[in-house]
């Protein structure tokens, strides 16, 4: 899939995140062959760049990962895609982000207090642990269903119904 975002500067954020098994990571190793795959595989969005250059250019693979610990008794925590990245397309990320937070600053409120804070840092890395890796498996081998419209929008219902009903 692709992203066009226009930016406050003017200028637009353009790009592609493909599953590796149907796209080799080569195809998008410069701006010439990423240009190339576009006017390949999104002829209508080639056509209305025209000639326009690309002025920047960045490669990224993602992976989905995610850490065990979330927040140690040793006065460390991460957040954010650091804590975990499942998805750039399906993924609940931001929501995330608030929840690794909302698990974290109690163990910060409580280290500050004096608490000794070992057991409910474990705890509390375990929870965000499990809900992760629960979540992951919605999103492993998805994106052999975008080429499917009736079951790509099963698979939305779907992951919204779990993801509201459970997360």
Same mark, same amino acid.
């Given at each position: 899939?692709? #992203?066009?975002?226009?930016?406050?500067?003017?200028?637009?954020?353009? &790009?592609?995140? =493909?599953?590796? /098994? @149907?796209?080799?990571? +080569?195809?998008?190793?410069?701006?010439?062959?990423? +240009? /190339?795959?576009?006017?390949? !595989?999104?002829?209508?969005?080639?056509?209305?760049?025209?000639?326009?250059?690309?002025?920047?250019?960045?490669?990224?693979? #993602?992976?989905? !990962?995610? @850490?065990?610990?979330?927040?140690?008794?040793?006065? #460390?925590?991460?957040?954010?895609?650091?804590?975990?990245?499942?998805?750039?397309?399906?993924? =609940?990320?931001? /929501?995330?982000?608030?929840? &690794?937070?909302?698990? *974290? *600053?109690?163990?910060?409120?409580?280290?500050?207090? &004096?608490?000794?804070?070992?057991?409910?840092?474990? @705890?509390?890395?375990?929870?965000? +642990? @499990?809900? *992760?890796?629960?979540?992951? !498996?919605?999103?492993?081998?998805?994106?052999?269903?975008?080429? !499917?419209?009736?079951? %790509? %929008? +099963?698979?939305?219902? #779907?992951?919204? &119904?779990?993801?509201?009903?459970?997360?």
């Amino acid at each position: 899939w692709v #992203w066009i975002i226009a930016l406050a500067d003017g200028s637009t954020s353009l &790009g592609v995140v =493909s599953d590796p /098994d @149907r796209h080799a990571p +080569a195809e998008f190793a410069s701006a010439e062959a990423c +240009a /190339d795959w576009i006017r390949r !595989h999104e002829p209508e969005l080639s056509a209305s760049f025209g000639e326009a250059p690309f002025t920047g250019f960045a490669y990224r693979g #993602w992976s989905s !990962h995610a @850490r065990r610990t979330l927040v140690s008794a040793e006065r #460390w925590a991460v957040t954010g895609d650091t804590a975990a990245f499942l998805d750039p397309l399906f993924s =609940s990320g931001l /929501d995330f982000v608030a929840i &690794g937070n909302e698990l *974290v *600053v109690p163990q910060i409120l409580a280290d500050l207090a &004096g608490r000794d804070v070992a057991r409910e840092a474990r @705890r509390a890395s375990s929870l965000f +642990a @499990r809900m *992760v890796e629960q979540y992951l !498996h919605l999103y492993v081998g998805s994106y052999t269903v975008m080429g !499917h419209p009736r079951a %790509m %929008m +099963a698979k939305i219902v #779907w992951d919204l &119904g779990t993801y509201l009903g459970f997360l």
